[in-house]
């Protein structure tokens, strides 16, 4: 089993404009509602591509209903823990005259001591069963930096960390497989520009990473483990129709490779036939397996 675990879910609405325009009224063409929300996209992602998957999440209020609701029509696996506040909710605009797509995102509400209680026990319990982990998502207000390190100290399968800022930083002690910042977030999780990236991505294992993959958007993907590096380049895509959740279908990918055996660079290049999948449909994670297979025959590792 290959478990998805964070903290901050969302009940996501996705509205799609001929053509946004800020300070006018806008009439959407189409509006969907749909689970969301890092922890929650990598689970349906890993289920899509075939995985035995567990999302793993707190869930409250009436969006929270919402997403257990959608997940058990759909057959997705889950474990949900209690949370006082509803469950927040994230939109995204998508303008088709410039393909561009806006997030307006709700921080996700503190946990109380209690509730993240509950939510360590069932990790434990989940993480028990597991083969493969994902950690992923920032973390709500008040909860400590260390949280993801001492999820990992009770964890004994290997990890993929989704993760960025003190929190990753202070996870790399428990050597995880593979930590996947995009490039903003590796910038802001060392605390200055990127001006050399592999020098970065050496930091990171230096400091405990087992390997590291640093994510672009559209721009190759770069990835180093010992003191070996590649760059991947991901497939043109067009049109681009949702980006987000990009990051969480490669590590979702990522994740079911190197679980299947398959070489580190074998597994990113089908995180990447993910990711490019995604961009093509309009909700998040909600991948097509056979159209992911034909992705991955055109991305070349160099
Ligand atoms: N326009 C695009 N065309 C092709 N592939 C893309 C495009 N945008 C993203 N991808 C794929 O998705 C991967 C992850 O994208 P990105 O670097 O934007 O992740 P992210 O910022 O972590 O995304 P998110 O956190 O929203 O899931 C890229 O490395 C690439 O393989
Ligand atoms: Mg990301």
Not at 156 to 180: I, N, S, T, Y
Request: glycine content about 8%; aromatic content about 4%; proline content about 6%.
């Amino acid at each position: 089993m290959i478990v998805a675990a964070g903290l901050t879910p969302a009940w996501q609405q996705i509205m799609r404009f001929a053509r946004l325009q800020p300070g006018e009224v806008n009439r959407a063409r189409e509006v969907h509602w749909c689970a969301s929300g890092k922890n929650l996209n990598v689970g349906m992602a890993l289920a899509a591509l075939g995985a035995n998957a567990l999302a793993l999440s707190p869930l409250g209020g009436w969006s929270g209903q919402a997403i257990a609701a959608e997940f058990r029509r759909e057959g997705r696996q889950a474990r949900w823990t209690a949370s006082a506040t509803p469950t927040r909710v994230c939109t995204t605009l998508l303008d088709e005259a410039t393909g561009t797509a806006t997030e307006l995102v709700e921080n996700s509400a503190p946990l109380t001591d209690a509730e993240r209680a509950e939510f360590v026990a069932a990790y434990q319990e989940a993480a028990a069963a597991a083969e493969y982990i994902v950690l992923t998502g920032s973390l709500p207000h008040g909860t400590p930096a260390t949280f993801y390190r001492d999820l990992l100290r009770q964890t004994r399968c290997p990890a993929v960390l989704d993760v960025r800022g003190p929190e990753l930083l202070a996870a790399l002690e428990c050597r995880p497989r593979v930590v996947k910042p995009n490039r903003e977030e590796l910038a802001m999780t060392l605390g200055q520009p990127v001006a050399d990236l592999r020098a970065a991505m050496r930091d990171l294992i230096r400091r405990g990473a087992q390997a590291v993959v640093i994510t672009q958007g559209k721009a190759p993907v770069c990835v180093a483990e010992g003191d070996r590096f590649w760059q991947v380049a991901p497939p043109t895509v067009s049109p681009v129709v949702n980006p987000i959740g990009c990051g969480d279908c490669l590590a979702a990918g990522l994740a079911v490779g190197l679980q299947q055996g398959l070489t580190l660079v074998e597994a990113v290049r089908l995180g990447m036939a993910a990711a490019a999948e995604n961009v093509t449909q309009l909700l998040p994670a909600r991948l097509d397996p056979a159209r992911v297979a034909a992705w991955a025959e055109q991305i070349v590792a160099h």
